[in-house]
C-alpha cells in the first residue's frame, strides 16, 4: 500500500520500548518487498494464496526465496491458502492441495505455519474438511517438531528432476528425510542420500509401515499432491 520502511520503523522502535517480549511480524503479499522493511519485524511472513491461479508449487519457491535472503537473521513463517469460492480465489484449495501447501514451506525451511481462512468456522472455507485437514497437518508437523526447531539440517539428500522437493534434518541421532510431490501424479520416489544407509531403520512416519534402506538411497512412490517423510535410525556417517 505504499507504506514507507521509516514509518513502519518508527512504529517498530516505539513498540518495541514498550514492550520487548512479544515478536513482530509483517506479512507480505510481495514478498520480493521483503527486505526493505527488515528493520521493522522480527519474523517474516508471506501468503502466496496460488490456487486455482497460479501452481502449487509457487509456495514452496516463496518459501525458499525468503529463506535464502533471511537465513541466519530472522524466521520464516508462512500462511498457507485455507480458502476459496468468492472474489479472485475460484475454489478452495482441495485437501491434498492444501497438504502439499503446507508441507512444501516447511521442507524449505518454514518454522512457522498460520492459515489464513476468512470467516471461520465453516462459512469461508466452506468445507469442514478443509479445516479439518488443517488440523490434521499441524499434528503431523507437531510430531517432528523437534526435527525442524532443534535440529540439524543435513545437506547432500536430493532427488533427480524438480517434481520432488527434498530436506533432512538430524536430531539425536537420529535422520527426519522430508520429501514433497509438486505434482498432482503419482510419481516413483528415489531419494539420493550423502552416505550409506544400509543397515539403519527407516520408519514411513504417519503410515505404519517400514521400508528396507537400499544403499545409498531411499526408494518409495509417492502420490500426486503429497509427501512422505522418513524416520532413519541406526545409521552410521564416516566422518573425517
Known sequence: HGMHPDSLQKDYDLIKSLDPYHPMTIVFMAPMQARKYAGAMDIVMADPYPIPNQPVRSVGTVTKN????FLGEKPIWMVPQ?????EWW???PSLRELRTMTWLSVVEGATGIQYFVRHGP???PKST???GECGKVGLEIAQIE???TQGIPVKGFSCEGDEIRVSAWEFQGDLLVMAVNQENKPLSLEIASPFDLNGSSIEVLFENRKIDPSGTSIRDI???YDRRVYR???YKVKRE
Open 82 to 86: 485455507a480458502f476459496g469460492g468468492a
Open 232 to 234: 532413519v535410525s541406526g
Open 122 to 124: 465453516n462459512g469461508f
Open 222 to 224: 509417492i502420490d500426486g
Open 66 to 69: 525468503l529463506m535464502d535472503e
Open 146 to 148: 523437534p526435527f525442524l
Open 90 to 92: 475460484g475454489r478452495e
Open 129 to 131: 474438511a478443509s479445516w
